[in-house]
């Protein structure tokens, strides 16, 4: 276990921060995909001249509109998947983590970052959603980045045990306690991955959860959300809570994804057996190729 302020003075993480002001929130250590051209020109590597306009993809190959589902379909399509179509909570834990990652990997890859490591802070809630930040944390560090986790909450059960030890042993070490200030974490990380609440998530936020949700909204790192961003509403958002930089749909997406407002949206979890995605009109976009992600925004 350790403190941000050890990984500091072990050299584990780099601290140096690229300040770059009066650009907008969430404004990254790590070029954008069009940015990385002019990341060695006069023009700087947050020129307009090297941006492009992201396209929305809201549609499948038919013409016909994706489904954004209510919180109750979204129940409901998960317990179909466990009991009608037997599937186990590891099996799709672990390609939802790993849709995550890819899709991380696609908006922020490695080698653009401005700062030689690539250092991602996951924190972990204490249900599914934070089980599926366990295994996207193990698939950033097989794919070049330097994760930590900060994990508070651990469920006494032996699936998240055994997520905890495989990323212990592949050495992601787990923080003791969180960044009391954003700007820690802005010096510390390049991007911070929300795994705390999923689909399931009703009511108010406890402790310490609330406090790492208050601390989140004053960083300016991106921040990249699972399934929900952790402290919204399923189907009403909640603009006075984070608004992350990116966010990864599961399975579909929630009728709060349509509140999103950062720039890149993925749908991830490519599981959904044809006749579920029928049942309940998902109208899910045709996935390229072999990909396990399709980029909706």
Not at 80 to 98: C, I, K, P, R
Not at 166 to 176: N, S
Not at 258 to 287: D, Q, T
Request: aromatic letters at 10%; a neutral charge.
């Amino acid at each position: 276990m350790y403190t941000v302020r050890t990984l500091l003075s072990l050299g584990v993480l780099v601290s140096t921060r690229f300040a770059v002001r009066g650009l907008g929130h969430h404004q990254p250590k790590v070029l954008l995909r069009e940015q990385v051209c002019l990341s060695h020109t006069s023009l700087g590597p947050f020129s307009q001249a090297c941006r492009k306009s992201s396209t929305s993809e809201m549609a499948n190959p038919s013409g016909s509109s994706v489904k954004y589902l209510s919180q109750d379909e979204a129940q409901a399509v998960d317990q179909e998947l466990f009991n009608e179509y037997m599937f186990s909570v590891d099996q799709l834990m672990e390609l939802a983590g790993l849709s995550c990652a890819t899709a991380i990997a696609q908006a922020y890859p490695p080698d653009s970052f401005t700062n030689k490591v690539p250092t991602v802070l996951v924190i972990c809630g204490p249900g599914n959603n934070g089980g599926d930040g366990l295994v996207c944390a193990r698939h950033l560090k097989l794919f070049g980045y330097e994760p930590t986790i900060f994990y508070p909450k651990r469920p006494n059960k032996p699936l998240f045990d055994s997520l905890t030890t495989q990323c212990k042993k592949m050495d992601i070490p787990f923080l003791e306690e969180f960044p009391s200030e954003a700007q820690l974490v802005d010096e510390v990380y390049s991007l911070v991955v929300d795994a705390i609440f999923g689909f399931s998530f009703k009511g108010a936020v406890r402790e310490p959860f609330n406090s790492i949700l208050s601390t989140l909204k004053h960083v300016t790192v991106p921040i990249a959300s699972v399934d929900i961003p952790s402290g919204w509403d399923v189907e009403n958002g909640n603009p006075e809570g984070i608004q992350p930089d990116m966010l990864i749909s599961l399975t579909a997406p929630k009728k709060s994804a349509l509140l999103f407002s950062g720039r890149y949206h993925f749908l991830g979890g490519r599981f959904v057996p044809p006749s579920l995605e029928k049942k309940y009109a998902m109208n899910l976009p045709k996935y390229t190729g072999t990909d396990c992600v399709k980029q909706l925004l």
